[in-house]
């Protein structure tokens, strides 16, 4: 934890976006405030940047056996999302979906066309479920594409803009 605590800090150094002063302090904030929702052990973040607005997203392997995604806004320190990382076939999300995987993934490329690095499904906090895609573009971003499993809609898109730790 101490080895990520400090890549976390070298973070707001090294990016500009997340490093002005209003924004200081603030990532130890919002790994405390993802920490107290869901106890455990934070094994990545990325600094992101969500309709305009940085945002630090936390995976949590949470103590009680339970992955977890917790975004938080980088310049009030406050969560904003969290998400339970789970498997495709997880009863929960497999009888609620009525798009697959490779339709969510055509409709993800289509909007931010490249290679998919990885793929996860989820349930939201409201009990709604997605698929979530990284794509690295051609330009050499990455961008997170989340897709509504049930209706196949885009339901939201964040440019990464560093990651620390697993993934």
Known sequence: MKKISLALAAL???????AAPAHK????SCMKAALAKHPGDVISLE???????PIYEFDIKGKDGKEWEVECDAKTGKVTEEEEEI???????ASKAKITLDQAKKTALAAHPGDVIESETSIEADGSISYEFDIKTKD?????????????KIVET??????IGLD
Do not use: S
Not at 47 to 53: H, L, P, Q, T
Not at 87 to 93: L, N, T
Not at 158 to 163: A, K, S, V
């Open 25 to 28: 302090g603030e990532m130890e």
């Open 87 to 93: 498997d495709i076939k997880d009863p929960r999300f």
């Open 47 to 53: 600094a992101e940047i969500e309709n305009g607005k």
């Open 140 to 152: 050499g971003k990455e961008w997170e594409v989340e897709v509504d499993a049930v209706t196949g």
């Open 158 to 163: 964040e440019e990464e803009i560093y990651q």
């Open 12 to 18: 707001l150094v090294t990016l500009p976006a997340f």
